[in-house]
């Protein structure tokens, strides 16, 4: 007699299995205890479409998504899930925010997915001066905000995305009565990025995917005018003045791209690798002198004056390395990321339309703006236990290095060394994730002796102490369409 056992395919995931028992209660592969019944069926009408809209408006609406930066004004809260993780995702990259991260992980998506996230960011900073006098930050409390949405085709062998994040940025508002006033009162630099991107599965080892980048960046730098010395230089007489002001406004476009690939030599074992190209913009705006008295104000025709100003900036190319292991219900990774600040020479300012001698001599007090920046490499490592369909727990550390030297440093970007704790999780219920990540970024201590502010009769020397808290949050929905 031949017997003939019956070939089991799991309506989850697709997978066949010839059964050792009669009584089956998991499928072997996903372990889903409803193997045995497909998923319902919901299709894209109306309803679905208007969710879809209130997203996107409520995404719209963020306007203060700006980070204390360090490693320069890298901020890469981009992706809850990848955060968990110490940002080490490169070679992970399993969730929408691979548009970032790695978009050759893209084709691991089975099912088209729309993500939003926001992460409020608590900032403390601290500047003790050399003679022991304090001052802090002013609290401010920036959201950075991040969307994908995921369109995979052919089973996941090609791959369609958007993603549209803050991967730079700073925010910093110190005292404008405070000893730092004469350098930087505000400064606000914001870089959106708009990151269409399409990966294709070459073979079951190897995935590649690439991106274009268009990044929007908004500029807004405040700073006090130190009218005595200023009214003393000019008038040749010691004169007393209340402070001017000093903002310039701008905003600039570029184009770069990003290439990623996935390599799983050996099963659960996986290299990522992620190339974002340096992107050169060209900032274009006003500044605005304002509360002009005494022989400044007859210097530039009264107590306001506008010019039209530009000056170049460029978002540095990056190269982020992976690897990645599977076991059970663990991913552990570890990355190294190179950034190539090195690209940030100096500002150079430039005031379009004025010719005055003397106008320009006090424009030009301190132009161009030195910074020598250099190139760093970033280090993080981190984990993810999936315990069921349902929950995940994640956690995982990160390190950037500094990459602006003491002698051109400012307060405006009151940059140091920094180490990245976090911890989260990850809920899932029928098509809806939850991820839900906790920052603790705690930068090193750094005192500061250089000349910076000596023009305006300033000083930035002394201490400086800065921890930021960061809540991430991530929903992302996969929507089940019928084959």
């Known amino acids: 007699m031949i017997v003939k056992i019956p070939t089991l395919k799991c309506k989850r995931c697709a997978h066949e299995w010839h059964p050792h028992k009669s009584e089956i209660r998991l499928c072997p592969k996903c372990k889903s205890a409803y193997w045995d019944q497909a998923r ?34 890298t901020d890469q809260i981009v992706g809850s899930k990848a955060l968990g993780m110490g940002n080490s995702f490169v070679a992970t990259a399993d969730d929408p925010s691979a548009v970032f991260y790695n978009p050759a992980g893209l ?64 925010k910093t508002q110190w005292s404008d009565t405070g000893p730092l006033r004469y350098v930087a009162t505000e400064s606000n630099l914001q870089v959106m990025q708009l990151n269409p991107t399409i990966a294709y599965r070459i073979c079951d080892q190897l995935s590649i995917g690439v991106g274009a980048v268009h990044s929007r960046i908004k500029a807004d730098l405040r700073s006090r005018v130190n009218e005595s010395a200023l009214n003393t230089t000019l008038s040749g007489v010691a004169t007393a003045s209340p402070d001017g002001n000093r903002q310039l406004n701008g905003t600039s476009n570029g184009w770069g791209y990003n290439v990623g690939l996935m390599y799983e030599p050996i099963k659960n074992h996986t290299f990522g690798m992620n190339y974002r190209s340096q992107i050169q913009t060209r900032i274009k705006g006003k500044t605005d002198l304002t509360n002009l008295s005494g022989a400044t104000a007859l210097v530039f025709g009264g107590d306001k004056y506008t010019v039209d100003t530009e000056t170049d900036l460029n978002l540095p190319q990056s190269l982020l390395l992976g690897y990645s292991f599977k076991h059970k219900g663990w991913t552990l990774e ?70 602006i030297p003491e002698h051109t440093w400012d307060p405006g970007i009151p940059e140091s060394a920094r180490s990245g704790f976090t911890f989260g999780g990850g809920w899932t219920y029928s098509s809806v994730t939850l991820d839900l990540t906790y920052l603790l970024n705690t930068f090193q201590k750094r005192t500061i002796h250089n000349s910076v502010g000596a023009t305006s009769g300033a000083s930035v020397n002394g201490e400086y102490k800065t921890v930021v808290h960061i809540f991430s949050v991530n929903i992302t929905y996969k929507f089940n369409l019928p084959n």
Do not use: C
């Open 40 to 73: 319902k069926e919901k299709k894209i009408g109306g309803a679905m479409k208007k969710q879809v809209l209130a997203i996107l408006v409520g995404f719209a609406s963020i306007n203060q998504v700006l980070a204390v930066g360090s490693g320069g004004f």
């Open 107 to 170: 084709t691991q998506q089975k099912s088209p997915a729309v993500s939003i996230g926001f992460a409020p960011h608590i900032i403390s900073s601290e500047y003790k001066q050399d003679n022991g006098a304090t001052s802090n930050m002013e609290s401010n409390i920036p959201i950075v905000p991040n969307f994908y949405g995921t369109l995979p085709i052919m089973d996941g062998k090609v791959a369609f995305a958007l993603g549209v994040h803050f991967p730079f940025g700073l």
């Open 334 to 403: 570890t990355d190294a990321e190179w950034v190539d600040y090195s690209s940030i020479g100096q500002n150079a300012f430039v005031f379009n339309g004025e010719s005055n001698a003397t106008r320009l001599a006090v424009l030009n007090t301190g132009n161009p703006v030195p910074r020598q920046w250099h190139s760093s490499w970033n280090f993080g490592a981190g984990a993810n236990y999936k315990f069921n369909d349902m929950w995940q727990a994640r956690g995982g550390y990160f390190y950037f290095p500094e990459a």
